[in-house]
């Protein structure tokens, strides 16, 4: 594979169908799995081997990839190259917003197409891809790749599984009560892979973003309540992340054996989440989880005020107990991943921190961003952090630094366009590129 040109490895990947086929009878022999596309080494037919070219992508994540995350408004293609000259390696991309109108996204009218979700049609029932979605993430994807960038792909929602922002600000729990949306779910994704296990700039697809299994079924504070004994209740039930994943998965490898499955953990992604999380059996699968602790920290702004500092001491969860949070206290807070990790034998390279970042105007957000990417890198785990040029919201762009927005940001939004500051030499901004080897 690393000995073809770029040219002809994008020819053989678009015609690999046709390559399977083809060789299959050069060789006297029927092609058993589609989903292995063939290349041709040798001179004579008698030399012909079967290999997958689709093998580097798994390959891709042996050594220690640093990215960032895209879940933006629209596709923005512009914003792969400006991501490349700052050392981005990856972008999680996220196109579910892509199906909703502008208003709704950015002036807070009403969600005119409440049933419709992007790519699986409706939330509510999965009935195949919807063609005009997919020819929009076909041309975001292929600008990727002009532009030599990969992508993480993931989805906000699944059948059954309405994304919160765009059910009511409700969390849809369907999916964690009835099986049938399991299977929905398994066939859209399998519906997906069919189509995209050949791109070149796909490295893995990230099977649902910050699933929460727990808030169906009486868990929601992983300070105060016990992950065992909630476990024990769920195990081997629709609200058993561990048995949705294993519908998906078995749906994807019956069309694709090769792409690399990015699986995030319960309670949207939290590291604590991996007190349940079973190993899959299949060399090509990657674990994640977010990182946004102390939520009560990050999530300041402007309306909650900006009570708390880093570092500092932070009431967390729901009695609200006093916890000081410094490098060593988010250290301990993902030893959970670790710990999980040295017990089922699941080397660093395949750990994704995916999502990871606090408001930008929280005091100290240099210092957080700073010592989470320490701590990643000595982990030696993959990182992408949260978010390079949101454009449906500032406080977590980080070219911005601390300060306010003046009009020009304000008037670039409204007209559709990217604004970009005339400089973003700014403290926590550094921190990242730091990270980022700049």
């Not at 292995?36 to 891709?60: F, H, R, T």
């Not at 992983?222 to 909630?230: E, H, I, L, M, N």
């Not at 750990?351 to 606090?358: C, N, P, Q």
């Not at 020009?408 to 901004?429: H, L």
Request: hydrophobic fraction near 35%.
């Amino acid at each position: 594979m690393n000995q073809l040109r770029k040219k002809d490895r994008w020819s053989i990947i678009r015609n690999s169908v046709l390559i399977s086929t083809i060789l299959a009878l050069v060789a006297g022999c029927s092609s058993t799995n589609a989903s292995v596309p063939l290349e041709e080494k040798g001179q004579n037919s008698s030399q012909i081997e079967k290999v997958d070219i689709n093998a580097w992508k798994m390959d891709y994540w042996n050594e220690q990839r640093r990215g960032s995350n895209f879940m933006n408004s629209t596709s923005l293609t512009d914003n792969y190259q400006a991501a490349k000259e700052q050392r981005i390696e990856f972008i999680r991309l996220a196109p579910d917003k892509w199906g909703k109108d502008r208003d709704h996204l950015f002036n807070d009218k009403p969600d005119t197409k409440p049933n419709e979700d992007f790519l699986i049609g409706s939330s509510d029932r999965y009935e195949g891809i919807v063609e005009e979605d997919f020819a929009r993430l076909l041309a975001d994807l292929d600008a990727a790749e002009a532009k030599g960038m990969k992508v993480m792909l993931t989805v906000l929602s699944l059948p059954g599984d309405r994304w919160r922002q765009f059910n009511g600000a409700k969390n849809d729990d369907r999916i964690w009560q009835e099986r049938d949306y399991h299977s929905q779910s398994a066939l859209f994704w399998k519906d997906l892979a069919t189509r995209l296990k050949n791109h070149p700039a796909i490295i893995g697809y990230n099977l649902i973003n910050e699933p929460h299994p727990e808030t169906a079924t009486g868990f929601n504070d992983f300070w105060t309540q016990d992950y065992t004994a909630w476990y024990n209740k769920v195990e081997n039930t629709a609200a058993d992340l561990n048995v949705l994943y294993d519908a998906i998965i078995k749906g994807i490898r019956m069309v694709d054996t090769t792409t690399p499955i990015i699986l995030d953990s319960g309670l949207y992604a939290t590291p604590w989440a991996f007190n349940y999380l079973k190993p899959i059996d299949d060399p090509n699968v990657l674990y994640a989880f977010h990182m946004y602790e102390p939520y009560e920290l990050t999530s300041q702004n402007k309306n909650k005020g900006f009570t708390y500092s880093y570092p500092g001491t932070v009431k967390v969860g729901n009695d609200e107990k006093e916890m000081k949070f410094n490098r060593q206290a988010l250290k301990q807070f993902v030893e959970p991943v670790a710990k999980w990790a040295t017990e089922h034998h699941v080397p660093a390279n395949r750990i994704i921190a995916s999502e990871f970042g606090t408001n930008r105007m929280v005091k100290g957000a240099d210092q957080y961003m700073t010592d989470l990417i320490s701590i990643f890198n000595e982990q030696g785990w993959h990182w992408s952090y949260y978010a390079f040029r949101e454009d449906t919201w500032d406080g977590m762009d980080y070219e911005f630094g601390s300060e306010k927005l003046g009009y020009e940001y304000w008037d670039a939004r409204d007209k559709g366009e990217t604004f970009i500051p005339e400089t973003s030499d700014n403290p926590i901004w550094n921190a990242i590129k730091k990270g980022l080897g700049n």
